[in-house]
Nanobody, 123 residues
Framework: QVQLVESGGGLVQTGDSLRLSCAAS????????MAWFRRAPGKERTFVTS????????DYADSVKGRFTISRDNAKNTVTLQMNSLKPEDTAVYSC????????????????WGQGTQVTVSS
């Protein structure tokens, strides 16, 4: 497993941007599919985006497509989520996750999770 630590959350206004980072420690970061999930208040955790081991396959939830961009740097063991044109409905705790699988939206297949970072978008 890898240990994951997110950073970059905060309080922003509608239309603003935020950049979340996830730093991984442990071995073989490049063998993991990485993803971001989010949990809004009172709701289930949902898939946001994933990126394959070397970035060749990227998937986005329809709700963020065209606004969010995921990237990774295997040399630095980091994955980044650039969030633009933020909306109040993007308010959630965002968690980084790692899986030893091909890219997937199934949270059950991710065996390493960060503690989460809060993103709040005011209207």
């Amino acid at each position: 497993q890898v240990q994951l630590v997110e950073s970059g959350g905060g309080l922003v206004q509608t239309g603003d941007s935020l950049r979340l980072s996830c730093a991984a420690s442990g071995r073989a970061f490049s063998t993991y599919t990485m993803a971001w999930f989010r949990r809004a208040p009172g709701k289930e955790r949902t898939f946001v985006t994933s990126i394959s081991q070397y970035g060749g396959s990227i998937d986005y939830a329809d709700s963020v497509k065209g606004r969010f961009t995921i990237s990774r740097d295997n040399a630095k063991n980091t994955v980044t989520l650039q969030m633009n044109s933020l909306k109040p409905e993007d308010t959630a705790v965002y968690s980084c996750a790692a899986a030893r699988w091909v890219p997937t939206r199934d949270a059950r297949l991710f065996d390493s999770w960060g503690q989460g970072t809060q993103v709040t978008v005011s209207s």
